[in-house]
């Protein structure tokens, strides 16, 4: 059969970093590789209480096909939590906010489309982005996010700047005050849109992050959420807000896509955020998180000690971000880390460009604080194992070039 | 802010349809339109049991991030349950079908990519594919399904032909054994791969329609299925089946869509059916569907009797296909049957290029008999006046003509 594929598939490749990843799943690795939430923060017991009420109440509306745009009262309790007013007909259910960035190239991403990103970005981001055929733009970027004078540079004919500003994936930054307060005024100087999205921003652990860029200019926002981490991912649950004038275009695309995110977990997750669930059982997650990310960082100053690695110390999400040391390459860093019994993400896939090979992402929400300890130490000891290997080649080049 | 819309965006158009529908969901009309499972055919308490045993036994694992592909377990009674030898592998969960439609697109569409469709089609198929912009062609069909020569003729440089053999959706026909092999025959020839759309095929009446397409030539097809319409569209979920080659790129596009369908319904769904609950409980939707049918059919015989109408006798699925008489026209005949109290879906946005305005669509399986006898009165009232107006106006045409 003459089976064609479209030009963008012709493009997609397996991941060579998914296939190595495979791997970890073997029993004995510890992963701190994935953006799996903690499943000990799952509240099971408060779902099947909800799945129970759900089904005894409103079965046949449960499991009916339904709008679109979302079951009325979770698009109003969206609307209620978020800290700017929003009319919850802005707000679209989504299946996993992932969605929410597949429909935003739909609508707003021609070929060669000019689409500017962080430096690094979420890959899932790249992916969703990809199938349009876009051209992605890296921002230079430091630890409090996009750098003003290169957005401002780069602004003319984008289609909008994809901005993850509290506890970002993959770095763990966080976008400050005053770098929010000047994107902001560049963005709207400029007309540039911002896609803003922002599913660890409760995950905050000494204090709440600044207010969202979409609260200072809704207009020029589309703003992306997510239940994923504060309830559980496996419900497939996110949503969007979008202006008035681009909400009918989403939605169009959404029809197009999956009809409507399912009608049985909206009612499940509407039914359990009643009565102040989430401020209850978020302080909860962010405890744990808490804990955890010290472990990785007392593990890491304890373990990486006159490595000349560096690495930051994230104030709340899921990602701790690492540089190794001159000549390391955490792509062939990860078997050898692999072999030691720990997993982690090497940095390159994150960067629309060039990316910076030293760089690698942990995670710090799916191990225990006991076997993050356990894991930093392995991946310090292949860090000494490359580090050797280098030495090593380093001298055997000296003798050869000697020896000529 | 300069919102610029893709030129995909530009196009959509919010159907004006879909607006003279909202009307129809206020209480007092009989709703003809939707293609909506009867709520009373869903398996609320089997439901309520597997989602407690689901979250009390594998809640963690329900509730995470989960692999692109799909719950193990699900793909494999998807495999075990098809009428042709089928690798587990070669299994993808959608979030419905109607994803499915959106991830063949996305792999196999290119702008301008020719794609041969039905006349008419499913509008939700039309809708998946827009976004990518190819052009949809018409292939000739009758009541038996397309048309072999047609067919023939329009295959060159085509990506592939949609076809809905069971029950199709709008028109409720079914393809024959004949046609089928002369288009498996006709497509294996011109090397022409073909997506087999299978919502319906298990809600037959007297007889199981014939083997699927893809059962003919597994190689040269792409099958999707659903769990709609015999359990319950709320969970959204769906499955296709394609070739080795293929379906790697189908899994990318599906991770870059929504990084996978809910976990916690792929397994509620899989436990619902196990120990053969399908095998008892679609017969009773098969029962329920088939009076609603009859229901119909001895409706329409009554009702219409001299009106010029002409329907078919779907013998399956959910919907039936009528032919308004000589110089009516179903979009203007919408709102005059609302205002009698009965809704339906005109014909002609189902047709990839010009329709046949004096088609629309009935649904038999949402109403209940009685309400279905009701409806049908109401819209041969619709016919009656439309026929009424039209002879007035002639009349009036007539005289204006003899006065000049």
Not at 357 to 381: H, K, N, Q, Y
């Amino acid at each position: 059969m003459n089976w064609k594929l479209a030009a963008r598939a012709e493009k997609m490749n397996p991941s060579v970093i998914r296939e190595i990843l495979k791997v970890t799943e073997r029993p004995g690795i510890i992963s701190l590789a994935g953006g799996l939430p903690s499943p000990k923060t799952f509240p099971i017991s408060a779902f099947a209480e909800a799945c129970a009420e759900v089904l005894h109440k409103d079965g046949q509306a449960a499991l009916q096909y339904a709008a679109s745009e979302g079951y009325g009262p979770l698009r109003e309790a969206v609307a209620a939590m978020l800290p700017w007013p929003v009319d919850p007909a802005q707000v679209l259910i989504t299946t996993g906010s992932q969605q929410g960035l597949d429909l935003i190239a739909k609508v707003l991403l021609d070929p060669a489309s000019r689409v500017l990103v962080e430096t690094p970005t979420y890959l899932g981001a790249l992916q969703a982005f990809s199938p349009m055929e876009p051209e992605a733009v890296s921002v230079a970027s430091d630890d409090e996010g996009v750098l003003v004078d290169d957005l401002k540079a780069k602004a003319k004919d984008a289609r909008f700047v994809y901005l993850l500003p509290n506890f970002q994936n993959p770095t763990g930054r966080t976008m400050t005050e005053s770098r929010r307060a000047a994107v902001s005024a560049a963005t709207a100087e400029a007309g540039l849109p911002i896609v803003e999205d922002n599913p660890y921003g409760d995950l905050w652990f000494d204090e709440a992050p600044p207010l969202p860029l979409t609260a200072r200019n809704p207009d020029g926002c589309i703003y992306l959420g997510s239940f994923s981490k504060v309830l559980a991912p496996g419900l497939r649950l996110g949503f969007l807000v979008a202006p008035k004038g681009i909400f009918p275009k989403l939605l169009q695309a959404k029809q197009a896509a999956d009809l409507h995110s399912p009608s049985f977990n909206q009612r499940m997750v509407s039914e359990v955020m009643k009565e102040g669930f989430l401020g209850r059982h978020v302080p909860t997650i962010r405890a744990l998180y808490k804990r955890q990310r010290d472990a990785m960082l007392a593990a890491l100053e304890r373990e990486m000690q006159g490595l000349g690695v560096s690495f930051n110390k994230p104030a709340g999400g899921m990602f701790l971000w690492l540089r190794l040391p001159e000549g390391l390459d955490a792509v062939a860093l990860l078997p050898e880390a692999v072999e030691r019994g720990v997993a982690f993400v090497p940095g390159t896939p994150f960067y629309a460009g060039a990316g910076d090979p030293r760089t690698l992402r942990l995670s710090f929400v799916t191990a225990s604080a006991e076997e993050i300890g356990t894991a930093i130490a392995a991946l310090a000891d292949a860090v000494r194992e490359q580090l050797a290997h280098r030495a090593a080649a380093e001298v055997q080049r000296q003798l050869a070039a000697s020896a000529a």
